[in-house]
């Protein structure tokens, strides 16, 4: 039967995306600028993630996949103004419990050789020994949920609607991160491996929006930078403005969406994606205060929507759920209603 351990270890791991999620976040928190994802049947069999970043240092080895086993939170005020996307050091120690984990790294520039460490369930270290590697940390992830039957079956059963996720979650960081290039692979049974995307290291959103949906998507699409400003002082009606007096704090809501009203029938991808300071997340209020103006302008067809919103840390809570996807925005209802009205003023104005 399972083990607590293993059980416990499906709250931050729950599908085959949170893997993913988890296993990009690291090499993003560890500094890379080159990310290479590779799927053998579809995460199925095995999920690689590779990257090029800062490498995991020897006395790091022995406790690297037990819980609670973190190296980036060093103090508790930490906590609130949170710049990593790991700090509890549960990932690794949960894909322990999941599947046959392992780990390639090397801490050396030019080094041709790194070490490899297995782990047993526990998240114990099992095993170490030298191989052929470069300067970075590649992890593999092989028969995820194999020793939970259920939850093995279940992922096979949702194959299809999981792989759609997880296409689509590494889409929205590849087109978040600038200046980082994310190659995403997949290879079916002993078949051809396929580039699904990759980007090239680019400046802009715009260019890594074009390496993952093709240049067409862009034609059709706005620039979005909005500046959503908070009263701090306590007037009569404090609330979300865009007029500028006193002192507040700013949201700005920057990034993508279909041109309105362009008459063509332009046709643009159904896609939507939101961040909250560059990390991807789940907004539905958000995402139904964008649609509801856009439509007013555009009939029925709903936009391609890439928004990033960029506001002071104090302003949110990443910690509601254990995957960090759903985000608290504080006044959220005064947000939206700011939101709104400037959506409707870039609309009116034509003025993009
Ligand atoms: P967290 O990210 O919350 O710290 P994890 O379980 O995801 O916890 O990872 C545990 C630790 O393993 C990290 O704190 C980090 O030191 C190390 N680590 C994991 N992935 C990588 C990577 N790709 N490169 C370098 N170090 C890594
Ligand atoms: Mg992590």
């Given at each position: ?6 059980i416990?270890?499906?709250q ?29 049947n ?9 990257d ?5 240092s ?27 996307f ?13 599947s ?9 520039p ?16 099992s ?8 300067k ?5 992830v ?5 020793n ?25 960081y ?50 979005l930078d909005?500046n ?10 404090q ?9 507040r ?5 920057v ?9 063509e ?23 139904k205060a ?16 890439f ?9 949110y809570?990443v ?21 709104k009205?400037?959506l ?9």
């Open positions: 039967g399972a083990s607590v351990h293993q416990q270890s499906g931050v791991i729950v599908d085959l995306c949170s893997v993913v999620k988890e296993l990009v976040e690291n090499s993003l928190d560890a500094g890379a600028t080159s990310i290479d994802v590779r799927f053998k579809q995460g199925l069999d095995v999920i690689e993630v590779q090029n970043g800062d490498g995991i020897p006395h790091n080895y022995e406790t690297l996949a037990l819980k609670h086993h973190t190296s980036k939170l060093s103090t508790y005020s930490d906590l609130t103004t949170l710049q990593t790991g700090f509890r050091g549960e990932a690794l120690s949960s894909l322990c419990a999941l046959k984990f392992s780990v390639v790294t090397c801490m050396a030019d080094a041709p050789k790194g070490t490899r460490l297995d782990f047993a369930t526990s998240g114990k270290l095993g170490m020994s030298v191989v052929a590697a470069q970075g940390t590649t992890v593999f092989e028969n995820l949920f194999n939970l039957p259920v939850r093995r079956r279940e992922l096979e059963r949702n194959i299809k609607r999981e792989w759609g996720k997880v296409v689509g979650v590494l889409g929205q590849a087109c978040i991160q600038t200046g980082i290039k994310f190659s995403v692979s997949q290879q079916a049974g002993k078949g051809k491996k396929t580039t699904l995307f990759s980007t090239k290291g680019n400046r802009s959103t715009r260019e890594n929006i074009v390496n993952v949906f093709g240049a067409k998507t862009l034609t059709a699409l706005i620039a909005l959503l400003e908070l009263e701090t002082t306590s007037g009569p009606s609330r979300w403005s865009t007029q500028d007096d006193g002192d704090k700013d949201i700005r809501i990034g993508h969406i279909s041109r309105p009203a362009s008459g029938g332009r046709q643009t991808p159904d896609r939507q994606m939101f961040f909250v300071n560059a990390r991807p997340c789940v907004l539905p209020q958000v995402s964008f649609n509801e103006v856009y439509k007013a302008y555009n009939g029925s067809q709903s936009p391609f929507i928004c990033n919103i960029e506001l002071d840390t104090h302003l809570d910690n509601v759920s254990p995957d960090k996807r759903t985000i608290l925005l504080h006044d959220q209802n005064r947000m939206l209603e700011s939101l009205e400037s409707t003023a870039l609309f009116e104005s034509q003025d993009y």
